[in-house]
T-cell receptor
Framework: QKEVEQNSGPLSVPEGAIASLNCTYS??????FFWYRQYSGKSPELIMS????GDKEDGRFTAQLNKASQYVSLLIRDSQPSDSATYLC?????????????FGTGTRLKVLA | KAGVTQTPRYLIKTRGQQVTLSCSPI?????VSWYQQTPGQGLQFLFE???????NKGNFPGRFSGRQFSNSRSEMNVSTLELGDSALYLC???????????FGPGTRLTVT
């Protein structure tokens, strides 16, 4: 089992719709969770971090964390063609104090105009 | 606040050569991590330095090495380059306490 799993996609949604991206992780002791957006040929850009169970909203983005289910998701409301990118989920297990970030392979999102 | 900077942005090398990449973290950040990204493998963790000490290491051969200086700037070295080393090399900085990690623009290395 991979440490951080994401569906590779592509996930296609029409413009204006809600895009839902999901991520599961294996280390139950994980404490920090992050979502990055990466455009083709560019470096990952941090868009959300979440540390406690529940929802965290920032503009059109909402991160949801459920530690009991070992699941973190990202919702993008009113999706725009400019949101078309690969979204990477990252987890920091904080095991043994190593502060090592584990990345999923990413979900490619396509927003159709 | 200035972001993470990486130099050079592009490199073309031939097999057998060596290369050194540089990364300057965000001011105040003491942790620098290095990643290799290829289309087939995604983001692969190379190593992390915190306060001049290597704190974590990924599963890469010894040809890949790094160091960190007292001002938190970090360098990564790849010796005896192979064709498979062609990739985007990314560095990321953080405070080193498990919080947000910010990436630089990357160095695209092509080995011919």
């Amino acid at each position: 089992q991979k440490e951080v799993e994401q569906n590779s996609g592509p996930l296609s949604v029409p413009e204006g719709a809600i895009a839902s991206l999901n991520c599961t992780y294996s280390d139950r002791g994980s404490q920090s969770f992050f979502w990055y957006r990466q455009y083709s040929g560019k470096s990952p850009e941090l868009i959300m971090s979440i540390y406690s169970n529940g929802d965290k909203e920032d503009g059109r983005f909402t991160a949801q964390l459920n530690k009991a289910s070992q699941y973190v998701s990202l919702l993008i409301r009113d999706s725009q063609p400019s949101d078309s990118a690969t979204y990477l989920c990252a987890v920091n297990p904080l095991t043994s104090g190593t502060y090592k970030y584990i990345f999923g392979t990413g979900t490619r999102l396509k927003v159709l105009a | 606040k200035a972001g993470v900077t990486q130099t050079p942005r592009y490199l073309i090398k031939t097999r057998g050569q060596q290369v050194t990449l540089s990364c300057s973290p965000i001011s105040g950040h003491r942790s620098v991590s290095w990643y290799q990204q290829t289309p087939g493998q995604g983001l692969q963790f190379l190593f992390e330095y915190f306060s001049e000490t290597q704190r974590n290491k990924g599963n890469f051969p010894g040809r890949f090495s790094g160091r960190q200086f007292s001002n938190s700037r970090s360098e990564m070295n790849v010796s005896t380059l192979e064709l498979g080393d062609s990739a985007l090399y990314l560095c990321a900085s953080s405070t080193g306490q498990g919080g947000e990690q910010y990436f630089g623009p990357g160095t695209r290395l092509t080995v011919t």
